[in-house]
């Protein structure tokens, strides 16, 4: 592929356009395409972030070295639980144990920091509230243990806007992350083959349960289908084809219905990946991968797959969703009781342990969890955490906004499935939540695309012309 590109300039010029000029100006480094936030970069980085991920000149620099051992990190979150070392925990704080201080060292080796972007402050804020609501717990060893994953996910969030400070490192921690799930895809179907069952005929990686790795996997489907649209090396494509069959074939195996409900909203994003084929076979690819998921599903997923999904109608019109609502009621309860601070992070279990009954309020003061994220923020931090949770959510959504119609659906549509898996689970405290934040953050800090229409906006708007006239006429 031929092209011209001016590097002192945030207009760039591609002799082919369409999909290979989006291919090409998302290589491009931060410090040709940046305005804000974050400071200007100087040409010396520029030569060097615009090298592959891992080598730059003659050898190793020390931020590629980094940036290196933060991709591992990335890479074994989908399947981190899979893996524990004694003294340690999972494999991914070994990791991120290990790409901490040498990134501290890479940082102080480049002599500057980025200027934070609003996400980043307003995750920094929701953190600071949520340690502040230690002073007033119901319980202080869940608050204490809350806390200190928040600082853990904040850290991760800081070393991506520091690191992936450019289209293609952002495109390797998507991979990595992909490639991940490839790996948590591939232990739930052995666990299946060894009828290793985590609950009654329903199946997960080692160490997970279904609702968490079935949500994993769904988050992973829009990033694949996105990867293998913008990939020219053939046998990468079919690397993402397989990970996008696994994916969805270990999330029928958890058997998991929230999962189920999110995996279908993240295949939203299929449509638009459709509008990207540029040729007859691509899209004849997409039918062959349906019928290939459709028959691997059908031949493997067991009975109660089937039964739980058949059952979503009925639960949701007169049942109570593994008792769910009766702890949604319990935590709206405790909410109108503390509705300006809250109970304290990470305190739900405690503070409605006494308003539920015996079969599900356990021993353990650390359950039951509130099964809902956005309830769980709202009665623990009170009214201003959940504020602080709507202005972050809001400060990575209208940003998206304004990114080229392939990119926008994709976030988007993976906010919409995160939404949606969350509805059920408590995930704010979890490391695939903060990595998309922080990804989001980072992506629409780059503007990708010069501001001529690509091809591919002007086949969208001549189609719309057409249809507008046709509907008149």
Not at 18 to 27: D, M, T
Not at 359 to 367: G, T, V, W
Request: glycine share 8%.
């Amino acid at each position: 592929m031929q092209s011209r590109i001016n590097r002192s300039s945030t207009h760039h010029t591609v002799s082919d356009g369409g999909l290979s000029k989006f291919r090409l100006i998302a290589e491009q480094p931060l410090g040709s395409i940046v305005t804000t936030p974050g400071s200007t970069i100087q040409p010396p980085w520029l030569i060097r972030s615009y090298t592959a991920p891992f080598v730059a000149g003659k050898g190793l620099t020390l931020n590629s070295v980094a940036f290196g051992l933060f991709s591992l990190f990335v890479f074994a979150i989908p399947w981190e639980n899979a893996l524990l070392l004694p003294g340690v925990g999972t494999v991914s704080r070994l990791l991120g144990l290990v790409a901490l201080p040498v990134a501290i060292l890479a940082i102080l080796d480049r002599s500057r920091l980025r200027s934070p972007s609003l996400p980043l402050v307003l995750m920094g804020l929701f953190v600071m509230w949520g340690s502040l609501t230690y002073l007033w717990t119901a319980n202080v060893e869940a608050t204490s243990i809350r806390i200190i994953s928040w600082l853990q996910n904040l850290g991760m969030v800081w070393l991506i806007w520091e690191f992936a400070d450019s289209r293609a490192r952002q495109l390797m921690l998507m991979r990595s992350y992909v490639l991940g799930t490839l790996v948590s895809a591939v232990d739930t179907l052995s666990s299946y083959l060894r009828g290793q069952e985590a609950y009654y005929q329903r199946y997960a990686g080692s160490g997970f349960d279904p609702n968490d790795l079935g949500l994993i996997l769904a988050l992973s489907l829009p990033m694949s289908f996105y990867l293998a649209t913008i990939q020219r090396n053939q046998w990468m494509v079919w690397v993402y084809r397989l990970q996008q069959i696994l994916a969805i074939l270990a999330i029928g195996l958890t058997s998991s219905r929230a999962a189920l409900v999110a995996a279908v909203v993240a295949l939203l994003y299929v449509p638009m990946v459709l509008l990207w084929a540029k040729t007859f076979r691509e899209k004849c690819l997409f039918f062959v991968l349906i019928a290939a998921v459709s028959s691997c599903m059908v031949s493997f997923l067991p009975e109660n797959s089937w039964k739980r999904w058949a059952g979503i109608g009925t639960e949701l019109q007169q049942g109570t969703w593994g008792k769910r609502t009766v702890i949604w009621s319990a935590g709206f309860d405790l909410f109108r009781e503390h509705p300006s601070i809250g109970v304290g992070a990470g305190s739900f279990g405690t503070a409605t342990h006494h308003a539920l009954p015996a079969s599900i309020a356990k021993e353990n003061p650390f359950l039951p969890a509130a099964h809902n994220t956005f309830l769980s923020i709202l009665a623990e931090e009170g009214l201003l955490g959940f504020t602080l949770l709507l202005l972050l959510l809001s400060s990575l959504v209208l940003p998206v906004l304004r990114l080229p119609a392939i990119e926008r659906s994709l976030w988007l549509v993976v906010l919409a499935t995160w939404a949606t898996g969350v509805f059920t689970l408590t995930w704010e405290d979890r490391k695939p939540t903060w990595f998309l934040f922080g990804m989001i953050a980072s992506w629409t800090a780059l503007r990708s695309l010069p501001r001529k229409k690509t091809e591919f906006a002007r086949n969208l708007g001549a189609r719309w012309t057409l249809s507008r006239n046709f509907g008149r006429g």
